[in-house]
């Protein structure tokens, strides 16, 4: 019989074990390889150990991770030891993300820079258009009570009609008492 074979009437190691939800399960019976083509192949060379992964983790990564782990009550500093030597030991390099947040900072200052100006000429430009929204308003009062002086005189005269005859009792004469 072979290393990976199990007589049938062998029972598998009956210890439960809990898998990611927490439910028990038993070991599974893997299947039995293939018989070898032929008994003299040669044996692999020994795998060299995988070389450690450069993750892509950053400071954006980095302050996902802060956050989302509770507090370190009893020592700050600590606890910031504990993150960094297990940062390194999955292969992250603590410095590059201090540089990637270095870099980040200056990025952020510089949006917030360019956000200002924006913000600053669009309330330049709004405070532009209240002031012109503010004279074509005064434009059209002056437009009406022109009207209305143009209107009373002509029903002075007679040449007007009988409803501006009404205007003429002295409405409209703002445009005078202004000082236009």
């Known amino acids: 019989m072979g290393l990976f074979s199990k007589r049938k009437d062998e029972?598998?190691?009956?210890?439960?074990?809990?898998?990611?939800?927490?439910a028990s399960a038993m070991p599974r019976e893997?299947?039995?390889?293939?018989?070898?083509a032929t008994a003299t192949a040669p044996k692999p060379a020994a795998a060299a150990p995988a070389p450690r992964?450069?993750?892509?983790?950053?400071?954006?990564?980095?302050?996902?991770?802060?956050?989302?782990?509770?507090a370190a009550a009893g020592?700050?500093?600590?606890?910031?030891g504990v993150?960094?030597?297990?940062?390194?030991?999955v292969g992250v390099s603590v410095e590059q993300i201090v540089a990637d947040g270095e870099r980040r900072s200056a990025e952020?200052?510089?949006?917030?820079?360019?956000?200002q100006e924006e913000v600053h000429?669009?309330?330049s430009a709004a405070t532009a258009k209240k002031q012109r929204v503010a004279d074509l308003q005064t434009e059209l009062e002056d437009i009406g009570q022109a009207q209305e002086r143009f209107r009373a005189d002509t029903a002075g005269l007679g040449l007007g009609s009988p409803s501006s005859a009404a205007s003429s009792?002295?409405?409209?004469?703002?445009?005078?008492s202004r000082g236009r």
């Open 11 to 22: 029972t598998p190691d009956a210890v439960p074990r809990e898998d990611a939800s927490g």
């Open 30 to 36: 893997e299947p039995a390889p293939a018989p070898a």
């Open 53 to 70: 992964l450069a993750l892509a983790f950053g400071i954006e990564q980095a302050i996902a991770l802060l956050k989302s782990m509770p």
């Open 75 to 80: 020592s700050p500093k600590a606890f910031i």
């Open 83 to 89: 993150v960094r030597k297990t940062l390194e030991a």
């Open 108 to 115: 952020v200052v510089t949006e917030i820079g360019a956000l």
């Open 121 to 123: 000429a669009l309330e």
């Open 169 to 176: 009792s002295g409405e409209g004469l703002g445009l005078l």
